[in-house]
Nanobody, 127 residues
Framework: QVQLVESGGGSVQSGGSLRLSCAASRDTYRMYCMGWFRRVPGKEREGVASISSVVRTTYVDSVKGRFTISQDNAKNTLYLQMNSLKPEDTAMYYC?????????????????????WGQGPQVPVSS
């Protein structure tokens, strides 16, 4: 069992930056692809970014060049650095772990086959 605890959410103005953190209760990088998802009320959950154990990343087109996913394996912590935030980035953000052993060069950002979810901090971006 893995517990994922996010932190770093909060209100930010358009154009601002925010960094989300997700602390895992144990080592996840060897056997899991970690990712960030977001959901706006009334819409489907959307994959934002994902990272594999070989540090390959995938981003949804709308955040490319603005968001960066990374992980500190020594701290069992996943990060999402969000720059140049836009009002349309407003959502609940969730970190997640998908079981994916081996070498994964293109980790998926589909919200499927997720084994563990975090609780989701709110990130409201005001214009």
């Amino acid at each position: 069992q893995v517990q994922l605890v996010e932190s770093g959410g909060g209100s930010v103005q358009s154009g601002g930056s925010l960094r989300l953190s997700c602390a895992a209760s144990r080592d996840t990088y060897r056997m899991y692809c970690m990712g960030w998802f977001r959901r706006v009320p009334g819409k489907e959950r959307e994959g934002v970014a994902s990272i594999s154990s070989v540090v390959r990343t995938t981003y949804v087109d709308s955040v490319k060049g603005r968001f960066t996913i990374s992980q500190d394996n020594a701290k069992n912590t996943l990060y999402l650095q969000m720059n140049s935030l836009k009002p349309e980035d407003t959502a609940m953000y969730y970190c997640a772990a998908r079981f994916c052993p081996g070498v994964v060069v293109k980790p998926s950002i589909l919200p499927a086959h997720i084994r563990y979810w975090g609780q989701g901090p709110q990130v409201p971006v005001s214009s």
